[in-house]
């Protein structure tokens, strides 16, 4: 990622900000007509604010800096009384900011040190892996998911199931809005989605996506066969830049759609298998979940990866079998 994209990230992370401080303002203005005593205690709180830095500073009693507290605590209760007679939100006197954890500056202070926030990764990851994969996150959300789409025939013959199509995707869903809430549960498994194309192993991949990115999840999402050759080109790039081997190592959620389509030879196994069991790892002192999907059933992943592949599927993610008929004419 070069200097030049991070750089107008930074500069519409700043134009955020003064818009959030612009909205303030307007804000203020229009409460302070409305209620004049709101300028006269936001006056008598900056007042409070420096006599008690001056207070700290010259070493002043502890009763003083009690008083200058109780004094504060007690406009800042009023504020709030004038704010719920106006239905107000006590927030409404701060700046809205986009993203609550960095304030709209793209950087966050943990342990002392400086690092990129979750939100400004986000950005970066979607510019330069998740532009072509994630879909149309407002179209494709649990809201807009339609099981109706799905018959709900019992047909065992058809479908080699004893429940409907319908039935399944029910607790399928049920399945994975149990995996997004204890997705920071280190004992929560991973996701393989096995179906044929049309029964909406992806929609719901964006769907998961969608809720995690909302929580402020990191998510990358890419295809198996432009993973393992991006993962081989970084191997025998001379430039040092493993970049993309570290973001599919630490991101958040990794979603792997289309496994089994990639032509694979002994460096891909190799490389696929390095993803999937350094995630499993834990090893960067956070908890990482990877979705895969994939239209082979369980029999074609024995037939096509190693047998140390299969049994870290079988052994770490929970495998949904997703079946029925295209939906995508139904729709």
Same mark, same amino acid.
Do not use: W
């Given at each position: =990622?070069?200097?030049?994209?991070?750089?107008?990230?930074?500069? @519409?992370?700043?134009?955020?900000?003064?818009?959030? =401080?612009?909205?303030?303002?307007?804000?203020?203005?229009?409460?302070?007509?409305?209620?004049?005593?709101?300028?006269?205690?936001?006056?008598?709180?900056?007042?409070?604010?420096?006599?008690?830095?001056?207070?700290?500073?010259?070493?002043?009693?502890?009763? *003083?800096?009690?008083?200058?507290?109780?004094?504060?605590?007690?406009?800042?209760?009023?504020?709030?009384?004038?704010? +719920?007679?106006?239905?107000?939100?006590?927030?409404?006197?701060?700046?809205?900011?986009?993203?609550?954890?960095?304030?709209?500056? !793209?950087?966050? /202070? #943990?342990?002392?040190?400086?690092? =990129?926030?979750?939100?400004? /990764?986000? /950005?970066?990851?979607?510019?330069?892996?998740?532009?072509?994969?994630?879909?149309?996150?407002?179209?494709?959300?649990?809201?807009?998911?339609?099981?109706?789409?799905?018959?709900?025939? %019992?047909?065992?013959?058809?479908?080699?199931?004893?429940?409907?199509?319908?039935?399944?995707?029910?607790?399928?869903?049920?399945?994975?809005? +149990?995996? %997004? +809430?204890?997705?920071?549960?280190? @004992?929560?498994?991973?996701?393989?989605?096995?179906?044929?194309? !049309?029964?909406?192993?992806?929609?719901?991949?964006?769907?998961?996506? !969608?809720?995690?990115?909302?929580?402020?999840? $990191?998510?990358?999402?890419?295809?198996?066969?432009?993973?393992?050759?991006?993962? %081989?080109?970084?191997?025998?790039?001379?430039?040092?830049?493993?970049?993309?081997?570290?973001?599919?190592?630490? *991101? @958040?959620?990794? #979603?792997?759609?289309?496994?089994? $389509?990639?032509?694979?030879?002994? =460096?891909?196994?190799?490389?696929?298998?390095? #993803?999937?069991?350094?995630?499993?790892?834990?090893?960067?002192?956070?908890?990482?979940?990877?979705?895969?999907?994939?239209?082979? @059933?369980?029999?074609?992943?024995?037939?096509?990866?190693?047998?140390? %592949?299969?049994?870290?599927? #079988?052994?770490?993610?929970?495998?949904?079998?997703?079946?029925?008929?295209?939906?995508?004419?139904?729709?």
């Amino acid at each position: =990622m070069s200097n030049a994209v991070l750089n107008e990230l930074l500069k @519409d992370y700043e134009k955020k900000q003064l818009r959030a =401080m612009r909205d303030l303002d307007e804000r203020k203005k229009e409460l302070y007509i409305k209620f004049p005593r709101l300028q006269e205690i936001e006056d008598e709180l900056n007042s409070y604010a420096i006599q008690s830095a001056k207070s700290i500073l010259s070493s002043n009693s502890s009763n *003083v800096l009690n008083d200058l507290n109780d004094k504060i605590n007690m406009l800042k209760k009023q504020r709030c009384d004038i704010l +719920k007679k106006d239905k107000k939100n006590s927030d409404y006197l701060t700046p809205h900011y986009e993203c609550h954890k960095c304030n709209d500056t !793209g950087y966050v /202070k #943990v342990d002392n040190q400086t690092i =990129m926030c979750s939100c400004l /990764k986000q /950005k970066l990851f979607n510019i330069q892996y998740n532009k072509c994969n994630i879909g149309n996150l407002e179209k494709e959300n649990f809201k807009k998911f339609n099981i109706n789409l799905y018959s709900d025939e %019992i047909n065992e013959k058809k479908y080699n199931a004893d429940i409907s199509p319908r039935e399944n995707i029910k607790n399928i869903c049920k399945e994975i809005k +149990k995996f %997004i +809430k204890n997705f920071d549960d280190p @004992d929560e498994k991973n996701l393989l989605f096995s179906g044929g194309t !049309g029964l909406g192993k992806t929609f719901l991949s964006n769907c998961i996506v !969608g809720e995690l990115l909302a929580q402020g999840k $990191t998510v990358l999402y890419q295809t198996a066969p432009v993973m393992l050759d991006t993962l %081989i080109s970084e191997l025998f790039n001379n430039s040092g830049d493993n970049s993309f081997s570290q973001n599919l190592l630490t *991101v @958040d959620l990794l #979603v792997i759609d289309d496994l089994g $389509t990639e032509t694979m030879n002994s =460096m891909k196994f190799t490389e696929l298998y390095e #993803v999937i069991n350094t995630r499993l790892l834990n090893q960067n002192g956070k908890v990482t979940k990877t979705i895969i999907s994939t239209n082979l @059933d369980l029999q074609g992943l024995f037939n096509t990866y190693d047998e140390r %592949i299969v049994s870290r599927f #079988v052994g770490h993610y929970n495998i949904y079998r997703f079946f029925g008929d295209d939906i995508r004419f139904k729709k």
